[in-house]
């Protein structure tokens, strides 16, 4: 039988937040405002900082998995009760849990200290990390991979194993990357001091080393690493959480990691908010309507899914606000008893969500946070019964139902 949908929750309330706050507050579905609390989180590299399903690896496959990770919540006096403790990610390099506020410097971190033992990789990532134009970082590789070219097709002619530093192109594409200076003196160039015809002093160039001549299949080999390379992102923590039936399912207090406005952003907020009459007393054109819809959609970064079951049991987990409902379709499949059955997950109204169509959560209104319905494929189960088998009563996977929590 499917479950009728519960009403998903408005908007956040940004016009009533507190001067000086900037935090926002989110309205729960009785209309009760709750003010988003600041997280003090302590984290610590201790094992007893994060608690994980007992044999959570079983289900996903490995301890680094998206959906693994649990996050200690803080237990502050006086505090509401967050519906998740904010928004964490895993290292790629390191594997350590990162808060939202650490995670880019946490990454550069750990990029530098790869140098030690890898400078060629390390100059390779920091070349697609550390700088965001990534239009300005392929023609700056491209650039590099057109010197490596050269010579490799031309070895014995010295003018291509020379770069000249002052050199206009080299300027505008490539020392302006930073990592570009340690690629090339991680590959074997060297920077000399060479002179120049018809010019008093000398200029600095790169100069292939010898060594690094002789070993052509090497740099051919950094040329690909370099064109391949992609930036090092950590990986969202899905923070699966399962509760046991409640009244509260709809209810999202959530922390401001969910929001994506600064204190000033929240300023304007309010003040467009106050406009609101007015606005919508105006005759609008499309144009004017959609654009108002992508300034709603890129207000938040993440959201927070709940999914209830035919047993009343939510599941519950973190996803970036731009992800496809595909990856909420795999988030409940790799939970399921019976993973092979088709299932159907529904919004608002009963409204089904394709795991087909290539829609993201927040062009589906699914942003902050949204409750949805899980529906087994009821001609599926028919077939099922009529060929006198019966499916599991458990719906989730034991490990999962082992650490079911009371939501509050």
Not at 87 to 100: D, N, Q, S
Not at 221 to 228: A, T
Request: charged share 30%; aromatic share 8%.
């Amino acid at each position: 039988m499917r479950h009728r949908w519960q009403q998903q929750q408005p908007w956040p309330d940004l016009s009533r937040s507190s001067p000086g706050l900037g935090a926002p507050r989110h309205r729960t579905s009785s209309g009760t405002r709750v003010t988003c609390t600041v997280l003090g989180l302590q984290w610590g590299e201790a094992s007893g900082v994060r608690k994980e399903l007992p044999a959570e690896a079983s289900v996903s496959g490995s301890s680094q998995a998206s959906g693994t990770n649990m996050i200690a919540e803080p237990k502050e006096e006086g505090s509401t009760h967050l519906a998740a403790p904010g928004v964490y990610f895993t290292c790629p390099l390191t594997g350590a849990i990162l808060r939202k506020d650490q995670r880019d410097t946490r990454i550069k971190e750990a990029i530098l200290s790869h140098f030690s033992t890898d400078p060629v990789a390390a100059s390779i990532m920091k070349i697609h990390t550390f700088n965001k134009d990534r239009d300005r970082v392929k023609l700056g590789v491209d650039t590099i991979a057109k010197y490596l070219d050269n010579i490799h097709l031309h070895p014995e002619e010295e003018k291509y194993r020379k770069i000249k530093l002052q050199n206009k192109v080299f300027q505008e594409r490539i020392n302006c990357l930073e990592g570009a200076h340690e690629f090339f003196e991680a590959i074997g160039f060297q920077k000399t001091l060479l002179p120049v015809p018809d010019q008093e002093g000398p200029e600095e160039f790169y100069v292939l080393s010898e060594a690094a001549l002789a070993k052509p299949e090497s740099l051919e080999r950094h040329k690909e690493q370099l064109l391949c390379g992609e930036p090092v992102r950590a990986t969202l923590i899905r923070q699966r959480r399962v509760f046991r039936p409640s009244p509260m399912a709809s209810q999202f207090d959530l922390p401001p990691d969910f929001f994506n406005l600064t204190t000033e952003e929240a300023k304007r907020e309010q003040k467009l908010r106050s406009e609101a009459v007015e606005r919508l007393s105006m005759l609008r054109t499309k144009a004017m309507r959609e654009k108002e819809e992508q300034r709603e959609m890129r207000k938040y970064t993440y959201t927070l899914l709940r999914v209830r079951l035919p047993d009343g049991c939510l599941l519950q987990g973190t996803f970036y606000a731009r992800e496809r409902v595909a990856a909420l379709y795999s988030f409940v499949r790799e939970a399921l008893q019976n993973d092979w059955l088709p299932f159907e997950l529904l919004a608002s109204c009963g409204q089904k969500l394709s795991e087909d169509e290539n829609l993201a959560f927040n062009e589906c209104g699914l942003v902050p946070s949204a409750l949805l319905t899980f529906s087994w494929d009821m001609a599926v189960l028919e077939d099922i019964k009529a060929a006198g088998a019966k499916p599991d009563s458990s719906i989730l996977k034991p490990e999962l139902l082992l650490a079911i929590e009371k939501l509050s």
